[in-house]
């Protein structure tokens, strides 16, 4: 609880700044110091989705499932995570189509990891089909 | 207390500090001078944050098993 107020009053401070330094001769430091204060809050909160995580894998070992999906959740949600990171910053700075390219690339990526899981679906049904 | 608070407000500060000298130097008339401390600027303020995003990539790295 006690980072939510910390991330928030981080982030207070950075808009006013931000908009302070939009203003002088470099804007190019605007975004530069968005970045940064985007990086310190996602460093932040890590260690709270690895802990996350730990609880979701020792439920996944008590129910024997196969730790390979979950390990392609969770490189899936990792993607998605920066991706939105990256893309988010690009659109910030005004460059829409560079965050869409982003946004494909981890798609594109979030597809390769899904394949097999979708193969071994197709696998199993064609298995239950006589 | 998050690290780097500091490096917010060094980054702020550079880009009052390289506003004044870019006005001064434009005011001498030294016009490529005032647009040097522009990328200047700019460079120290990359050079300052890069550490910290690749910092944030090997965390994500560990923390979703992403090799």
């Known amino acids: 609880m006690e980072v939510l107020f910390v991330i928030i009053g981080l982030a207070l401070v950075t808009t006013v700044l931000v908009l302070f330094v939009n203003e002088s001769k470099v804007p190019g430091l605007g975004v530069v110091i968005s970045v940064f204060v985007g990086a310190l809050i996602f460093i932040q909160i890590l260690p709270k989705i690895s802990y996350v995580i730990s609880i979701f894998e020792e439920l996944a070992s008590r129910a024997s499932l196969n730790t390979f999906y979950l390990a392609t959740i969770f490189k899936i949600i990792g993607i998605s995570y920066i991706a939105e990171f990256g893309a988010q910053v690009c659109r910030d700075a005004g460059q829409g189509a560079i965050a869409t390219k982003v946004e494909f690339a981890a798609k594109v990526l979030v597809m390769v990891l899904a394949v097999p899981i979708i193969a071994a679906i197709l696998e199993s049904v064609v298995r239950l089909l006589p | ?67």
Do not use: S, W
């Open chain 2, 1 to 67: 207390m998050i690290g780097g608070t500091g490096e917010i407000l060094f980054l702020t500060c550079l880009a009052i500090v390289v506003t004044i000298i870019h006005t001064f130097l434009k005011q001498a008339g030294r016009d490529e001078f005032a647009y040097l401390t522009l990328v200047l600027g700019l460079a120290v303020g990359l050079i300052e944050v890069i550490p910290v995003i690749l910092d944030l990539f090997h965390q994500v790295k560990t923390v979703f098993n992403l090799y």
